[in-house]
């Protein structure tokens, strides 16, 4: 058990459609990373906050957002979804140090019918 | 910018064989280095880091890795392996310097151990 919390562990939905992931960090951890895994693109990194705050973007789409709350939870939201959207979507959590790694969730599996 | 280049997208073994699988990365800043494994249905779990000094790295369930600067690879070597340790593995790298630590993953390799 890494200590990091998503949920739900499945989603289905239409395309179209607006759906919210909820990530909860390990205790302690200030940092949140959020990753998408798909078949064609492999994992990559989208977003990450530090303590509320955006710190770095990656390979993100428009249609997708974040924040992160002042218990340290962090949500991604991704809106007007598309079949391509379809993936397992990771959240990450550290301390932000450079000896601490990053801990993940089991993620959330998005299906778009 | 960085990136990861994993060598074999599959490799067979034979259990109690031993095992390499390879990583390279290229990147214009100083990187740490990470291997992580997925078993099916689970998140990624760290098997070891490299971050500096030796660069003969030990980590979790008997895995080590080596890191070579001048050949910009990370490989990842176990002597034996078992059952068990069937699953996809993903060699990472971060940048090392202040701001934000996120990963780039290679493609994957997907260990498959053969009774």
């Known amino acids: 058990d890494s200590g990091v919390t998503q949920t739900p562990k499945h989603l289905i939905t239409a395309t179209g459609q607006r759906v919210t992931l909820r990530c909860s960090p390990r205790?302690?951890?200030?940092?949140v990373y959020w990753y998408q895994q798909s078949l064609d693109q492999g994992l990559q990194f989208l977003i990450q906050y530090y303590n509320g705050e955006e710190r770095a973007k990656g390979n993100i789409l428009e249609r997708f957002s974040a924040q992160q709350f002042p218990d340290l939870h962090s949500e991604l939201n991704l809106s007007s979804l598309e079949l391509g959207d379809s993936a397992l979507y990771f959240c990450a959590s550290s301390k932000e140090t450079s000896n601490q790694p990053q801990h993940f969730g089991d993620g959330t599996r998005l299906s778009i019918l | 910018a960085q990136s990861v280049t994993q060598l074999d997208s599959q490799v067979p073994v034979f259990e109690e064989a031993p095992v390499e699988l390879r990583c390279n990365y290229s990147s214009s800043v100083s990187v740490y280095l990470f291997w992580y494994v997925q078993y099916p249905n689970q998140g990624l779990q760290l098997l070891l880091k490299?971050?500096?000094?030796?660069?003969l790295v030990k980590g979790i369930n008997g895995f080590e890795a080596e890191f070579n600067k001048s050949q910009t690879s990370f490989h990842l070597r176990k002597p034996s392996v078992h059952i068990s340790d069937t699953a996809e593995y993903f060699c990472a790298v971060s940048p090392s310097g202040a701001g934000s630590y996120q990963l780039t993953f290679g493609k994957g390799t997907k260990l498959s151990v053969i009774p």
């Open positions: 205790s302690g951890d200030l940092s």
């Open positions: 490299y971050l500096s000094g030796s660069t």
